[in-house]
């Protein structure tokens, strides 16, 4: 029987996880973490600003598909997080803000007299898919698998998980929490029905004026080659939406501008537009 804190048990989930860097700054509530990230496959990158360190991680992703991790001390630190942790939100960016916090004795609620304490709970409620606190040793590897499967559940985006000091230095045996892979807990992707995929190339097939708006969801599934050879079996335009700029070349033959005269012209006299990887609006009435 092997004796391990809270600190290596974490360490340990993020690892079978897959995360290989974590952006932030060090202090005493996260140290038996980050006293274990070197031995557990990840790296620490300190940030001069948390804000800057979130932009990091969705650089990351946005570059090589990793999930990357983001650390914010109690109090400001954390709160320095949250411009990062908005745009990834809005981004679809997946991301794991993880905010360190004082003793429970002394927090939520926290009295005046406790230096930089905040409910930061609440305030991180808003701007994550999901959030959540870990109040015991043993449900560490748990509570982190409930952020990851959030973090992964239709459109991605940053999740956050609450860690007090006294967990992370809380000691246990090794054999009473088991850390799990994600797919041995964690299902694929959706995916469509061939009768849905029949339906959709038929459409595609008998329309006149298809046009092809690639999504960020084309860019972070690496079809880039995919969304271009439907355009070319369709011999048609292909535009980008605003997030998704990096989904199709510029330099492409059938490559429309999309926030501009060409862009609207193409839309409007469309009769089918194939949404790849984005999220649509009703379009406004004609009159």
């Not at 990158?45 to 979130?54: N, Q, T, W």
């Not at 008998?206 to 070319?232: F, N, T, W």
């Not at 862009?263 to 194939?274: F, I, N, Q, T």
Request: glycine share 12%; proline share 10%; charged share 20%.
């Amino acid at each position: 029987m092997t004796e391990i804190t809270g600190g290596e048990l974490f360490a340990r989930a993020l690892q079978a996880e897959g995360i290989e860097f974590l952006f932030g700054l060090p202090s005493p509530e996260i140290d038996p973490l980050l006293a274990q990230l070197e031995a557990h496959g990840t790296r620490l990158v300190p940030i001069r600003h948390e804000a800057a360190g979130v932009h990091m991680a969705e650089g990351l992703y946005k570059t090589t598909g990793k999930v990357a991790a983001v650390l914010g001390n109690p109090g400001p630190g954390s709160s320095n997080l949250l411009p990062g942790v908005v745009t990834a939100l809005h981004e679809g960016v997946p991301v794991l803000a993880i905010t360190s916090q004082h003793r429970l004795g002394i927090v939520y609620p926290s009295p005046p007299s406790t230096f930089q304490g905040q409910d930061q709970l609440e305030l991180f409620r808003p701007a994550v898919k999901w959030g959540g606190p870990i109040f015991q040793w043993g449900r560490i590897p748990e509570v982190l698998r409930l952020a990851f499967r959030e973090m992964w559940n239709g459109r991605p985006g940053p999740v956050h998980v609450e860690l007090p000091a006294p967990i992370l230095y809380e000691t246990g045996e090794e054999e009473d929490a088991r850390v799990l892979a994600p797919p041995a807990y964690r299902g694929g992707s959706p995916q469509p029905s061939a009768e849905q995929v029949d339906r959709a190339a038929a459409t595609l097939a008998q329309a006149r004026r298809p046009v092809v708006i690639a999504g960020a969801g084309v860019d972070h599934a690496g079809a880039h080659a995919q969304a271009l050879e439907v355009v070319e079996l369709l011999g048609c335009p292909i535009m980008s939406s605003m997030a998704g700029r990096a989904s199709v070349r510029n330099d492409h033959p059938n490559y429309v501008f999309g926030f501009g005269p060409a862009g609207d012209l193409a839309r409007s006299e469309a009769d089918v537009l194939l949404v790849a990887g984005s999220r649509s609006s009703p379009m406004p009435a004609r009159r």
